[in-house]
């Protein structure tokens, strides 16, 4: 890809679909003309759009208005060919410090190409979030939900409450079994805590319900939990069911035992148009596993954003 020429780095990349075609669209700059095919602009040898409009007639590159390769001129400006390889890096997790030694550019540069990924990356997810339907292909289908915290950040004497400096970054994850594509993750906004609090706590009942709402009422579908007291929420066309985590004390033949704890186990639920019982497996392993295979790609020092200064 680095000793690609400019004219077939950019061949490459169109035929990866990572950059789409110019030619034959409006020209960007006065809406007017049209850009003309790719031709090797004279003095530079640089493949170029140009605008055919007769008092435009600007050249235009490859990449222009790219939501992830700067175009540039100048000194500082890199090649297509240099921001191609750093993309295809950086898409293998490749860290930071070994990108700049492989290719020989400054951590400005990398850092930037990070913003635009994750920028990228929102909007997409943000785009495909609006076609999820849970329960779209089956009735009753499995449908599990869990939050989950990222991050924590102490806020010291920034702190609205001095006894609660402690903000968390904490994530709901909703998830239909079988299509990893229906994850839905929402920001929650729980409670600043202790200094010493293990953990920001179970979602709350006043965020849970608005999102239990959006997504899962009158869908028919079977909701998974763990025994959080939030899920309990009423929702039509929802059935919950939920598991105990973390050991139990109950009381067998008159004596005190622990109780491990259930993961995972069968429970029947009736369906309530059929009357006809449903056997399903309870658990929120699906979501689980997405909470591992996200928290393995996060970059840990990314601390919570800090609410009262941005
Ligand atoms: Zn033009």
Not at 24 to 44: D, F, I, M, N, Q
Not at 197 to 217: D, Y
Request: proline share 6%; charged share 30%; net charge positive.
């Amino acid at each position: 890809m680095l000793t690609a020429t400019p004219l077939n780095v950019v061949k490459m990349l169109r035929a990866d679909r990572i950059l789409p075609k110019w030619e034959g669209k409006v020209c960007p700059r006065y809406e007017k003309g049209t850009l003309s095919g790719l031709k090797l602009e004279a003095g530079t040898g640089m493949p170029k759009h140009r605008c055919s409009h007769w008092k435009c007639r600007v050249y235009i590159n490859p990449q222009h208005l790219h939501p992830l390769f700067v175009d540039g001129r100048g000194a500082a400006a890199q090649p297509l060919q240099t921001q191609a390889a750093l993309l295809m890096l950086k898409l293998n997790n490749i860290s930071n410090p070994a990108v700049h030694r492989l290719l020989h550019v400054n951590h400005k540069m990398v850092e930037d190409l990070d913003k635009r990924l994750c920028h990228a990356r929102k909007t997409w997810v943000e785009a495909k979030e609006k076609d999820i339907v849970f329960g779209k292909d089956q009735k009753w289908a499995d449908v599990e939900a869990d939050e989950t915290t990222f991050d924590r950040m102490e806020l010291g004497n920034k702190a609205p409450d001095p006894k609660n400096p402690v903000v968390w970054e904490q994530w709901c994850g909703i998830v239909q079994r079988g299509h990893p594509e229906t994850l839905v993750l929402s920001r929650l906004s729980p409670r600043e805590s202790a200094k010493r609090a293990p953990g920001p706590g179970a979602i709350r009942k006043v965020e849970w319900t608005p999102l239990a709402k959006k997504w899962l009422q009158d869908k028919k579908v079977i909701l998974h939990t763990d025994s959080a007291k939030s899920y309990k929420t009423r929702v039509p066309g929802v059935l919950h069911d939920k598991v105990v985590h973390g050991k139990k004390r109950v009381k067998v033949k008159g004596q005190w035992k622990w109780k491990a704890p259930t993961y995972v186990k069968l429970a029947k639920h009736k369906n309530p148009i059929t009357k006809k019982m449903i056997t399903v497996k309870s658990g929120t392993q699906v979501v689980d596993r997405a909470w591992k295979f996200l928290k393995d790609r996060l970059t840990i020092n990314q601390n919570a954003k800090d609410p009262f200064l941005s």
